[in-house]
Nanobody
């Protein structure tokens, strides 16, 4: 069974940085798109950034210039480098993977368990 395992969340002061990691465990053959979503209290989950298997990236306007998404296809891992953090970035961040194949089956979409990022003012 494939799982997405996240790490790297925590508490940081405004202006600080954090790096999130998400690794897909299991006998992975390929993953199409990977990305990060976030959900703040009382708000809907929203896309933060995504990256295709070929490295094409997409960002939410509010994080452009501050966040960088990257991936290591050999390690089946996606990263989110977050700089110049603001209190409004506070949320639970979720890793997402789409069109994933392991040695036995196809997964249309998978989600990680979420990691909390808290930015204090």
């Amino acid at each position: 069974q494939v799982q997405l395992v996240e790490s790297g969340g925590g508490l940081v002061q405004a202006g600080g940085s954090l790096r999130l990691s998400c690794a897909a465990s299991g006998s992975i053959r390929s993953i199409n798109a990977m990305g990060w979503y976030r959900q703040a209290p009382g708000k809907q989950r929203e896309l933060v950034a995504s990256i295709s298997s070929g490295g094409i990236t997409n960002y939410q306007d509010s994080v452009k210039g501050r966040f960088t998404i990257s991936r290591d296809n050999a390690r089946n891992t996606v990263y989110l480098q977050m700089n110049s953090l603001k209190p409004e970035d506070t949320a639970v961040y979720y890793c997402n993977a789409r069109n994933l194949y392991d040695s036995q089956k196809y997964y249309g979409e998978l989600w990680g368990q979420g990691t909390l990022v808290t930015v204090s003012s």
